[in-house]
């Protein structure tokens, strides 16, 4: 089993930045992809930002050039640095780790990230 545990969300005010991270811990296969999600509320759960475990990054178009995802493949880790923020941004954010070669989809609890003045 893998767990993962996210930390970092909280208020911002808009053009602000906060930095997320997330550790995941088990039974973990070199081959993964790990990356962020969000959910707003009324809305579908939706792609942020992921990283292979050989260091190919996929971005949402709407946080190109405002978000860098990084990961520490020794520790398992994944960061989501997130810049100029907006209130559209306003969700919770969702770790996620996924095998390539095996079967494998794991999602953390979720954080927080309000961005208001």
């Known amino acids: 089993q893998v767990q993962l545990v996210e930390s970092g969300g909280g208020l911002v005010q808009p053009g602000g930045s906060l930095r997320l991270s997330c550790a995941a811990s088990?039974?973990?296969?070199?081959?993964?992809?790990m990356g962020w999600y969000r959910q707003a509320p009324g809305k579908q759960r939706e792609l942020v930002a992921t990283?292979?475990?050989?260091?190919?990054?996929n971005y949402a178009d709407s946080v190109k050039g405002r978000f860098t995802i990084s990961r520490d493949g020794r520790k398992n880790t994944v960061s989501l640095q997130m810049n100029s923020l907006k209130p559209e941004d306003t969700a919770v954010y969702y770790c996620n780790l996924r095998f390539l070669r095996q079967r494998g989809d794991y999602w953390g609890r979720g954080t927080q990230v309000t961005v208001s003045s």
């Open positions: 088990g039974s973990i296969f070199s081959l993964n992809v």
């Open positions: 990283i292979t475990s050989v260091g190919t990054i």
